[in-house]
């Protein structure tokens, strides 16, 4: 008997463990319910009176863009990251993965309703459903790509001429900030925007070789990479700046005369898709309609 009211009261103490260890706490959704019944009894109805969209619909979607990014790489997402740093995006990584996640399922979605209105799923319509999803799949990317391409364009039309400026402030006498910060409020574009950025985090007391290592970094451009690297290498060697800057500036010239080259060899291969596909066509109908249809006519 008294083995049985031990046997009791152990499994008693187990089961109370158990259930106490176990038992689900309080869901987030609980706590934000139970806060809002609080705010209703105090007469605090601020959030209550938001938009339908800044109450539900966009902490929904955050939360599953962090969610999605959990599930993701890190350095697969400090690429993104960088890339946007890049194009000039003001956009993190997460809310870039649940763009590219709701792009492709959109368009996924897209090709399923035309499947389901067309009558049904065939081999065809399966295919051309994986072809809207990589459609989906790949617009984030391209518009990405080509975002940070036609930064680093700008940067680098910019760069000799402000190459130029530096060049000039500093053998006028100008410090190397004084001449960045005439670069920053003279010329206009990303670069100007990229250095007064760096002025700025100079200003806070960050060490300029950082600074001026993260602009190259942030924008990508191997010219303005180069730039740095010399302005760096200078400083610690103590050579003359002004020597340096001339060096780079004429070498930034040399650079923008050998592209506008190169662009000139190029056009005559680029003109030829246009020629071939649309002008070639029209002077061929020109020429030979009216003889097609009198051949026509007689025949």
């Known amino acids: 008997m008294f083995a049985l009211i031990i046997a009791i009261f152990v499994f008693a103490t187990v089961a109370v463990l158990v259930v106490g260890v176990v038992r689900p706490q ?25 938009p339908f969209s800044d109450r539900v619909l966009r902490p929904t979607i955050k939360g599953f863009g962090r969610g999605l990014a959990s599930m993701l790489p890190a350095n697969f997402l400090a690429n993104i990251q960088k890339s946007l740093t890049m194009a000039g995006s003001s956009m993190t990584a997460t809310n870039f ?15 399923v309703i035309a499947l389901a209105s067309l009558g049904g799923i065939s081999a065809q319509g399966f295919l051309g459903l994986l072809v809207m999803g990589g459609v989906g799949f790949a617009i984030p990317l391209m518009w990405l790509k080509s975002a940070v391409g036609s930064r680093q364009k700008l940067i680098v039309k910019g760069l000799p001429d ?9 053998e006028a006498g100008l410090g190397l900030d004084a001449a960045l910060a005439k670069v920053s409020d003279q010329m206009k574009g990303p670069l100007a925007g990229e250095v007064a950025q760096m002025l700025r985090e100079v200003s806070m007391g960050r060490l300029r070789r950082e600074a001026l290592t993260d602009l190259g970094e942030r924008t990508g451009v191997s010219e303005l990479i180069t730039f740095v690297n010399a302005v760096i290498q200078a400083e610690q060697l103590g050579v003359s700046i002004g020597h340096v800057l001339k060096v780079q500036s004429d070498q930034m010239r040399t650079h923008r005369r050998q ?9 005559p291969i680029k003109m030829m898709f246009p020629l071939v596909m649309f002008i070639f066509p029209a002077f061929m109908l020109v020429i030979l309609g009216p003889a097609v249809m009198r051949l026509a006519e007689q025949l």
């Open 259 to 267: 592209r506008a080259e190169q662009l000139a060899h190029e056009a």
């Open 97 to 111: 993965v649940t763009f590219w996640a709701v792009c492709t399922a959109s368009f996924a979605a897209l090709a």
């Open 162 to 170: 402000a190459m130029d400026l530096i060049t000039t402030c500093v």
């Open 26 to 50: 309080t869901s987030l959704t609980e706590i934000r319910i139970q806060a809002l019944r609080q705010q209703v009894a105090a007469g605090d109805v601020s959030e209550l009176v938001l």
